[in-house]
């Protein structure tokens, strides 16, 4: 079972500046709940780079690996998620809102783990990470004015 996602937050900052703070995959730590990244194949940049995200707390959780499938600075990254608890695609856009302002969309079309369990499941997980994601795009849009 696939399941979609799609969350968006305004950032007061033009396209390229959020474009730049969303591919900075080591530092998005700092707005990302819970998540470390960092750039493998071709520092993550481009189609073919790679990305690895750990999601826990301490050496509790699990490695999403990412290829980039598409890349179109300053507007759009698309990921294949290669991992075995996370796959599907995911993309990062960016669009014009006025000089100094954009919009950063994140959306993913995930492919549910666990079977049936997995799917029994997503309706309870679903709004603990739609908060999640919530809380990181709040974060994000804090950040990129003062990165």
């Known amino acids: 079972m696939t399941v979609e996602v799609r969350l968006e937050v305004v950032v007061e900052a033009p396209v390229e500046q959020t474009w730049a703070a969303a591919v900075d995959w080591d530092r998005q730590g700092e707005w990302m709940l ?14 073919g780079g790679g990305i690895e995200a750990f999601t826990g707390v301490g050496r509790l959780g699990f490695l999403d690996t990412m290829e980039i499938t ?3 600075p300053p507007q759009r990254c698309a990921v294949l998620h290669t991992g075995r608890v996370v ?5 990062f856009e960016v669009r014009e ?6 919009v950063f969309v994140w959306s993913e079309q995930l492919e549910l783990p666990l079977g049936a369990l997995g799917r029994l499941g ?6 603990l990470f739609l908060a ?16």
């Open 87 to 91: 796959r599907g695609t995911g993309l």
């Open 122 to 127: 997503w309706p309870v997980v679903r709004p």
């Open 132 to 147: 999640g994601v919530r809380r990181s795009l709040d974060r994000f849009a804090l950040w990129v004015p003062r990165r």
């Open 70 to 72: 598409a890349w179109d």
């Open 34 to 47: 819970g998540t470390r990244v960092r750039g493998t194949a071709q520092d993550g940049v481009g189609v």
């Open 97 to 102: 809102l006025g000089e100094e302002r954009s």
